[in-house]
């Protein structure tokens, strides 16, 4: 009879302790918030001339021209003069948008963001800075073409046939493309002429390739 006994002094013994407070859930430690990137303004164009720390010393230009559109398309290579490190480099235009725009110095090509923060203005950021010394920049841009107006490339229509025409004077070169539009910056100019099948590119002056001219010469 003593072993119901000592069983049962065994469960009293086992069921009578304190029970153990509830454990709180913990909770999660909500991930780190980067702080928002701030992208710092746009910097200011000109406020006339354009900077000489740039220079350009030949140009190649390729356009396309149909008279019986309203768009121009085209390509513009500078042969540059870098004179001090930079990662902005500024140039004149005119109704004209940037589809690429590229660098390329010491062997390396850096593409450059576009912006037009003004009329007349178009300026090409770097994400770093150029060396000084020699560099190459490449453009393909599309352009406007206005009926009747009588600057840069216009259309008109004689007979019921399309013509185009150009008219540089005095800044009016700007709306064909991109340029360094200051007396200063005098430099042999390459133009290619691309024209749909049955028309042709006439020129009312031939020039030396070596001969030096500005933007509004060019389109005389």
């Not at 190649?60 to 121009?72: H, K, N, S």
């Not at 007979?159 to 064909?176: I, K, L, P």
Request: with cysteine; proline share 11%; charged share 20%.
């Amino acid at each position: 009879m003593r072993h119901p006994v000592l069983a049962l002094g065994v469960l009293v013994a086992c069921g009578g302790g304190t029970p153990s407070p509830p454990v709180a859930p913990v909770k999660p430690t909500p991930p780190a918030t980067a702080p928002p990137v701030v992208q710092a303004p746009d910097p200011a164009p000109p406020k006339l001339r354009l900077p000489d720390t740039v220079r350009p010393t030949r140009a190649r230009a390729e356009l396309a021209i149909d008279p019986t559109t309203e768009e121009v398309t085209g390509t513009i290579e500078f042969d540059l003069d870098v004179r001090a490190a930079t990662s902005l480099v500024w140039m004149n235009q005119k109704e004209i948008k940037v589809s690429s725009a590229t660098f390329e110095a010491g062997g390396e090509k850096i593409a450059a963001r576009a912006i037009t923060p003004s009329a007349g203005y178009l300026g090409l950021v770097l994400p770093k800075a150029l060396p000084v010394g020699p560099t190459k920049l490449s453009i393909a841009y599309r352009g406007a073409m206005h009926k009747n107006d009588g600057t840069g490339i216009y259309t008109a229509q004689e007979a019921g046939d399309w013509y185009a025409f150009t008219q540089f004077e005095v800044v009016s070169a700007r709306r064909a493309f991109f340029c360094f539009d200051e007396s200063a910056f005098k430099i042999p100019f390459d133009v290619m002429l691309f024209a749909p099948k049955g028309m042709e590119p006439i020129e009312t002056i031939t020039f030396n390739r070596s001969m030096e001219m500005t933007s509004c010469v060019l389109g005389t």
